[in-house]
């Protein structure tokens, strides 16, 4: 067969002094033969080339704070919160989902940590997938550590109306609890309509829909490392 031939042919060491028959013949036998396949014909045709969609930085009209801000705030609200709580085992919850970014960092700010600190969840919206509150808080999924008798520090990303936290700190204190604090990234009083102030504030911000680090549009935006407002045909054009 064609290993036959080449051992054969190479056994007679066509390399030192060939005719240009056999020199002829050797090249075709070590050339590889083409290689053809759907795939590599179609590459460039699929999916994975097109172009890629707009990026959700693009929908982002004017960046109010940038990671480095973020970061340096939430480094002091943290060295406060250990201060104050510092003899009393507090109990963190970071209310899902928009807080998860501020809560998960928040605790690893809070030098040194008070000993008997814990940390859970539970979720809680009054925003659905609108951008306004839609005015009744809906709670979902309930903390699972018991809150008798503890100092409670409710993590949120940000305070509008005022009704989710409003609710929840009676919630909390319904079950039991020692005390209820609130700490939030950000605070909009400019739209409250209940009496509600928060104890922690991380920035105040005027009347913008704002999304990034936590907080979203309709489930998106969570991600982005910042907070930024989002520009108005984002969110009023229809979904593709």
């Known amino acids: 067969g064609c290993a036959a031939m080449l051992q054969s042919t190479l056994g007679k060491n066509i390399f030192s002094s060939p005719s240009r028959a056999r020199t002829?013949?050797?090249?075709?036998?070590?050339?590889?033969?083409?290689?053809?396949?759907?795939?590599?014909?179609?590459?460039?045709?699929?999916?994975?080339?097109?172009?890629a969609k707009k990026s959700y930085h693009d929908d982002i009209?004017?960046?109010?704070?940038?990671?480095?801000?973020?970061?340096?705030?939430?480094?002091?609200?943290?060295?406060?919160?250990?201060?104050?709580?510092?003899?009393?085992?507090?109990?963190?919850?970071?209310?899902?989902?928009?807080?998860?970014?501020?809560?998960?960092?928040?605790?690893?700010?809070?030098?040194?940590?008070?000993?008997?600190?814990?940390?859970?969840?539970?979720?809680?919206?009054?925003y659905g997938s609108r951008t306004e509150s839609c005015?009744?808080?809906t709670l979902t999924a309930d903390h699972h550590v018991q809150v008798a008798g503890r100092h409670v520090i409710l993590v949120e990303d940000i305070v509008d109306t005022g009704r989710t936290l409003s609710v929840l700190s009676q919630h909390i204190l319904a079950h039991g609890a020692a005390s209820v604090k609130v700490v939030t990234l950000l605070d909009k009083p400019s739209r409250r309509v209940v009496d509600f102030v928060p104890d922690y504030v991380g920035f105040h911000v005027e009347n913008l829909f704002v999304v990034g680090y936590g907080l979203d549009f309709s489930e998106e935006y969570r991600t982005l490392p910042y907070i930024g407002v989002l520009k108005p045909e984002a969110y009023s054009a229809p979904k593709e």
């Open 61 to 126: 009209e004017q960046i109010l704070f940038s990671e480095s801000q973020l970061q340096q705030r939430i480094k002091e609200l943290g060295r406060q919160l250990a201060v104050d709580y510092a003899q009393k085992q507090p109990l963190i919850l970071g209310v899902l989902t928009g807080a998860f970014c501020f809560t998960s960092d928040l605790v690893r700010k809070m030098e040194p940590p008070p000993r008997g600190l814990m940390v859970d969840f539970i979720r809680a919206s009054s």
């Open 24 to 51: 002829r013949a050797a090249s075709k036998m070590l050339a590889a033969p083409p290689v053809r396949t759907a795939l590599l014909d179609n590459i460039h045709a699929g999916p994975l080339f097109h172009p």
């Open 135 to 137: 005015g009744t808080v």
